[in-house]
């Protein structure tokens, strides 16, 4: 009993990403067309050279019918999925696995999100019928439970934690600013991030993520065969993916300060790719920047920064684009927006545009590995999803 | 001889100052966003059930039932966890049935049976009226019994009825009407006299021999009539509780009588008498059980928790009255009979499950442990009543809701089992981790023309 991971077996030859952001003029369709466009041209093939597609959308759309129309494919293979707000990573995931298992030589994961035609704040969904005694908790009310329950663990006052998230928030939109494709371009002072109204608990509206429209795409073979399509493939170093038994929504044991899925999926992650010291290991990360304070729990959970430290780190700006282990560098869901079923892409077409030196402004130096991280659910109650991805075998 | 062997009161948390009304002195009960008639009816029974729920029949009197058409009693008899075999009535149409329903109960009680007597009412006027100040929202629960058990026994009644156009009210109306004051003062007066009179004398007792006298009715002069006629002393009269509650519908001579029940002391005598369309009135007599079966909440207790100064058009926004701007918010979607069904226990008792294996809590049941895995290995258990506490919780902006923010908590209860749910009745500002709480049946939303009930969790009052 192991997960054993496919390292080095699958690459990616192409990717593309539509600008995420209100896209009043484009419907899902628009943005699936756009983005698996800019992936076939960057992979220098055609639709009839892809042998099968995995399309991710949370509720834009059902069925592969909704990418086959869309695309006019021709009576090929369509998985539609959905895995909550890391369906992106998913779609992607179970492509791979394809192509690892030889079943397909080239395939395509795609990911689609239309959130700005609903006329609503923040994220809505349909659930299916029930008994009306669930949580009506907000996502960003999940989500704040983390900020007090930090602070009381690891004694930091909450003036001070306040900063430290309004500088991750500062941070991520820093990187945005830099990004043509993000959905706010612009830097945000830290005075007008902690001045901003409150949505849940500590947090403002500048400690959310970017409610958006937006698709993104990535072809992907066997690493052996990448070198036919690309000079400079990307190699697939892990794969993971934990869905929790929901505990810290029954369990007095959960304290609100970790989520226990992420640890399992980036332990499963490390072991996959080799990885013994993540926090010197990994040149940079996208991770799931939903609210300010999940990227702060999640670098302890990822093994970036030790337990009751992350706050320290996050001030001292080790994260940052210029620091020691920068995360986010394409602005994350904080500036580049978050349309569920494409985040999960997004995260992995900056690895790919950073790990081939296509970043532009926001190229990292030298970078080897890099890692994205996907989640969906709540703290106590989610789903987590960790890639490795390097630029060399080995 | 049968009698009341149990009793139990519940008042909302919130009041609307007359003087906000521009309506004189004194302040009114309001059924929070999230009550209903049913709601405040289990909150009352709750206290009124503690002794024993071995009820055969539940009568549930309101005149501002939840649901036109569905039996609103089979809900308070699902969140009080009354045996499956319970027969459930309910009176309504007119605020006499809160009485009504308690003189059926003792009938049902004289044939050897147990009821559960409860009225409950949400009392909306028209704005600007007599009906808005004056009135009051509560309830009011007695458990009916054998004469060995009662802490007050019944020892004399009298009836009747007359059809007067006094408090009239169309079922496609929102506010009731009232005929001008001194017609129904002149034609209820001497029937409430005669009625009055009537129980006295099937009591075998004399004005004089009453401690306490309950009185109530649509028109108070008309109630006036009887301590005049009587010759009854000011301390024999209970306080009607105008100026702390309001006329609360059906539920008000109830309210009264648990108040006076609360101070009583055994051997006294309580005439209770309701005057509208006619009269009822009955004469108890207090036993010496009454000093080990009072409920854990006295009125008093929830007259003295409260949140006054509510904002006149918070108030209106609550019953309906006044429109207002949405959240931008998908509204809530109405829950669906099936599952609802499946869920009984939980969504309306408060069930959840334990592990018999290692002894982990579940809210809501499970059948797999999420501690040790074991399958189908949990029995019941109610947590309703469990103590819990504050574990974390967040004021959450974006929610829908008409009463912004939602205190949103995780709850664990001691002895283990946690919960996500809503705070409510509660300050936002005054929540704290650690914080006691005890668990409220509510009203959560209403969807597509579905009451959605649940429990949420308040402060301990």
């Known amino acids: 009993m192991a997960s054993r991971g496919i390292k080095d077996r699958v690459a990616i030859v192409g990717m593309g990403c539509t600008p995420f952001g209100e896209h009043w003029d484009k419907g899902a369709d628009d943005l699936l067309v756009d983005a698996a466009t800019e992936a076939y041209k960057s992979a220098g093939v055609g639709p009839e050279q892809i042998d099968a597609y995995w399309l991710g959308t949370m509720g834009s759309g059902v069925s592969g019918l909704m990418l086959s129309e869309a695309l006019k494919l021709d009576y090929k293979p369509v998985t539609r999925l959905e895995n909550m707000c890391a369906t992106g990573s998913e779609a992607m995931r179970n492509a791979a696995y394809a192509v690892a298992s030889g079943a397909y030589d080239l395939v395509m994961a795609i990911g689609v999100e239309k959130l700005k035609d609903s006329g609503y704040s923040g994220l809505t969904g349909s659930r299916p019928p029930s008994d009306g005694t669930d949580s009506s908790m907000t996502a960003p009310a999940t989500f704040s439970l983390l900020a007090p329950a930090y602070a009381k663990k690891y004694g930091v006052d909450e003036a001070t934690l306040k900063q430290v998230l309004a500088r991750i928030a500062w941070k991520n939109h820093k990187n945005g600013a830099k990004n043509p494709k993000a959905q706010f371009r612009k830097e945000v002072s830290m005075e007008k991030i902690c001045a901003s109204p409150s949505v849940a608990g500590m947090l403002g509206i500048f400690d959310c993520s970017g409610v958006s429209d937006g698709s993104a795409a990535a072809v992907l073979c066997r690493a052996e065969d990448a070198h036919k399509y690309t000079d400079r493939p990307i190699y697939l170093k892990a794969l993971a993916f934990a869905a929790g038994p929901a505990e810290g929504y029954f369990s007095q044991d959960y304290d609100f300060t970790s989520f226990p899925e992420v640890v399992a999926s980036s332990t499963d992650a490390y072991k996959q790719a080799g990885v013994t010291n993540p926090r010197e290991q990994i040149s940079m990360a996208e991770v799931h920047d939903c609210f300010t304070p999940t990227e702060l729990v999640l670098m302890e959970d990822m093994g970036f920064s030790p337990r009751g430290h992350a706050w320290k780190d996050e001030q001292e700006g080790r994260f940052d684009l210029e620091g020691a282990q920068p995360v986010n560098p394409d602005g994350g869901l904080k500036s580049f927006g978050h349309p569920i079923g494409a985040s999960g892409l997004r995260m992995m077409y900056e690895m790919w545009l950073q790990l081939r030196g296509e970043a532009g402004p926001r190229q990292i130096k030298a970078p080897k590995l890099g890692l994205t991280h996907n989640l969906g659910g709540a703290p106590g109650r989610c789903v987590s999803f960790v890639s490795i991805v390097g630029n060399t075998l080995g | ?461």
């Open chain 2, 1 to 461: 001889m049968a009698g009341i062997t149990r009793y139990g009161s519940y008042l909302p948390y919130n009041r609307l100052e007359r003087a906000a009304l521009g309506a004189g002195k004194g302040e009114r009960t309001v059924a929070s966003y999230d009550e209903d008639s049913v709601s405040m009816a289990v909150e009352a029974g709750r206290d009124a059930v503690r002794g024993g729920r071995e009820i055969e029949t539940l009568l549930f009197a309101t005149t501002s039932a939840p649901y036109a058409e569905k039996l609103n009693a089979a809900t308070i008899a699902a969140a009080l966890d009354l045996p499956r075999t319970v027969r459930a009535l309910e009176l309504g149409s007119s605020t006499r049935m809160g009485l009504g329903a308690l003189l059926a109960g003792a009938d049902a009680a004289s044939g050897g049976g147990r009821a559960l007597v409860i009225a409950s009412d949400v009392v909306i006027g028209a704005p600007g009226g007599a009906r808005e100040s004056g009135g009051g929202d509560g309830a009011a629960a007695f458990v009916t019994g054998p004469d060995s058990e009662a802490v007050a026994r019944f020892v004399g009644r009298a009836s009747a009825t007359a059809e007067i156009l006094d408090v009239w009210r169309l079922p496609s109306d929102p506010f009731a009407k009232q005929w001008e004051e001194r017609f129904g003062a002149e034609t209820l007066g001497p029937i409430a006299v005669d009625t009055a009179t009537h129980a006295l004398k099937s009591a075998g007792i004399g004005p004089a021999d009453l401690k306490t006298v309950v009185l109530d009715g649509t028109n108070a002069r008309a109630v006036a009539f009887v301590p005049e006629a009587l010759r009854l002393k000011p301390e024999q009269i209970a306080d009607p509780l105008l100026g702390a509650v309001g006329r609360a519908g059906a539920a008000h001579v109830g309210i009264v009588l648990a108040r006076a029940l609360d101070r009583a002391n055994a051997g006294d005598k309580i005439l209770v008498l309701c005057s509208a369309d006619g009269c009822d009135a009955l004469v108890l007599e207090v036993t010496e059980r009454i000093a080990g079966g009072r409920p854990l909440h006295s009125v008093d207790r929830w007259l003295g928790a409260k949140r006054t100064a509510l904002p006149y058009n918070t108030y209106l926004k609550w019953r309906g009255i006044l429109p207002f701007e949405p959240p931008r918010r998908p509204e809530p979607e109405r829950p669906a009979a099936p599952p609802m069904r499946r869920a009984d226990h939980w969504k309306y008792a408060f069930i959840g499950s334990r592990c018999e294996a290692c002894n982990t809590g579940h809210l809501p049941p499970q059948r797999v442990c999420v501690k040790c895995a074991a399958v189908d290995q949990m029995r019941e258990e109610r947590f309703a009543d469990a103590s819990c506490k504050v574990a974390t919780y967040t004021l959450d902006h974006l929610a829908y809701t008409l009463q912004p923010p939602v205190v949103a908590a995780i709850v664990d209860y001691a002895g283990g089992g946690r919960l996500s749910c809503e705070l409510t009745d509660v300050d936002p500002k005054a929540v704290a981790i650690g914080n006691e709480l005890e668990m409220t049946f509510r009203r959560l939303y209403t969807g597509q023309g579905v009451h959605n009930y649940f429990w949420k969790a308040r402060p301990k009052r």
